[in-house]
């Protein structure tokens, strides 16, 4: 928990110095559309990729997003440091880097952590999350690559990189639970990934995609909170340890189109053989 | 399949139930007393002008849009949008001005317009300290009106 709050704090100086950066002009959409940043980059909650594309250009806008996350787990730690632009709310590009700190194996893996780049794309191809009657719809690539796979390697993983593709479709239902507006959204993901590909891609029991779906359903509170959960199904590759689904409880504060801090109780399921890892979830995102 | 396994895609399963089922009960009701509440949460029709009065010092410093409402007949302009927003809300008006998609069909309106419109009457009720509920339920009947706007 200390080192959260450490870790919260330097976020903080950090938010600090990107802010003054992004308060220029963030965009026209609004407030609170563009979502928060995934752990693999992409707009959306934490877990799961939303509709929506990052920040607030709208159709004759640039913009974009810089994103720190961390959550402390059981005998895990995953940090998540990633930017991404926005071409008039059309065509979203992400690059990131994702990090497993490997807190209670460590020692005897005589590793520090598992860590991947991704690189991802989000286009829009349809609709819009507020006016639309059925709502957004957007197609997106997440490329990952592994930056260490002697473990994946040693316990089945069949590649160190690999791509995920998916649909995303998202709607925002005006004053529809206790005249609060509700954010509903749908991910079907094609993937490979062990453990989102921090454990490699294909393995000793499955080496093909697999379809996994993934949602989440958030309700403002007014235009700056939104509470919600997340869940992602996960496919299950590797022989040496069972891999879970995982789903959160998060909470969003969106100020104004400059900031956003995500707070949330992430369940990751089992992670390499250690059961149930869940823990406390933030993340700062700062739009430009 | 394993037990764990099954149960996730039964909570999944559950978590698209009520998704599903939140859609489906966008529009259970008529337009009739739930309206005319709303007519009043606005602050009925004093309210309500004071509110499109706010919105159009908003667009007036508003370089996004502020050209699209040259040269307007701004007390037409605001008696018409007022009334249109009044109807529309259950009160005892009617809306005599063109239809919306006519209205604004040589505008070409931009999403970021359209945007920067929605973006100024959130504030001009947020001005008129209008509840979260209100504001959510007048957004919800005015959204439909993109299309025609828009021109799409």
């Not at chain 1, 780049?117 to 609709?127: A, E, M, N, Q, S």
């Not at chain 2, 709303?38 to 706010?54: D, F, H, K, P, S």
């Not at chain 2, 919105?55 to 050209?67: N, S």
């Amino acid at each position: 928990m200390m080192r959260l709050i450490r870790t919260s704090c330097t976020t903080l100086v950090l938010a600090a110095l990107v802010i003054p950066m992004a308060s220029a002009d963030p965009g026209s959409r609004i407030w609170a559309t563009g979502g928060v940043t995934t752990i693999e980059g992409s707009a959306g909650g934490g877990l799961v990729p939303w509709a929506m594309l990052s920040g607030y250009a709208s159709d004759r806008e640039w913009g974009g997003t810089l994103a720190l996350t961390r959550a402390e787990l059981d005998d895990f730690t995953v940090s998540f440091t990633g930017v991404t632009l926005n071409w008039r709310n059309r065509l979203e590009v992400s690059v990131g880097r994702q990090t497993l700190d490997l807190d209670t194996l460590g020692a005897a893996l005589g590793e520090d952590e598992l860590s991947q780049d991704i690189f991802g794309v989000k286009t829009r191809l349809w609709g819009d999350v507020l006016y639309h009657r059925y709502g957004q719809w957007s197609a997106g690539l997440q490329h990952k690559r592994n930056r260490t796979f002697t473990i994946p390697d040693a316990v089945g993983a069949r590649d160190d990189s690999g791509t995920d593709v998916y649909l995303s479709g998202s709607k925002l239902f005006f004053a529809a639970v206790l005249d609060r507006n509700l954010l509903a959204n749908i991910t079907v993901r094609g993937t490979k990934a062990n453990q989102g590909g921090l454990l490699g891609f294909g393995g000793d029991q499955d080496d093909g995609y697999e379809a996994q779906f993934e949602s989440s359903l958030g309700v403002f509170i007014d235009r700056r909170w939104l509470a919600g959960v997340e869940y992602r199904q996960k496919p299950d590759n590797l022989g040496f340890a069972r891999e879970d689904d995982w789903w959160d409880l998060f909470i969003a504060w969106v100020p104004d189109r400059s900031l956003a801090v995500t707070a949330a109780w992430v369940n990751l399921g089992d992670i390499a053989g250690l059961e149930n890892q869940q823990g406390a979830y933030l993340s700062l995102q700062g739009s430009f | 399949m394993t037990p764990e396994r099954f149960m996730n895609a039964i909570r999944f399963t559950l978590l698209l139930l009520v998704l599903g089922g939140l859609t489906a009960c966008q529009h259970p009701h008529t337009p009739d007393h739930r309206d005319a509440d709303l007519y009043q949460a606005l602050g009925e029709r004093a309210g309500i002008e004071t509110m499109v009065e706010n919105l159009l010092y908003l667009i007036v410093e508003d370089e996004r849009i502020a050209f699209q409402f040259k040269g307007i007949d701004v007390a037409h302009f605001h008696r018409q949008l007022s009334d249109q927003i009044c109807e529309l809300s259950g009160g005892p008006c009617l809306y005599t001005g063109r239809k919306m998609r006519e209205s604004h069909s040589a505008m070409a309106i931009t999403e970021t317009q359209f945007n920067a419109l929605t973006e100024n009457l959130i504030l001009a009720m947020e001005q008129n300290r209008i509840p979260t509920g209100a504001q959510n339920r007048l957004l919800a009947l005015l959204a439909p009106l993109h299309q025609d706007i828009r021109g799409l």
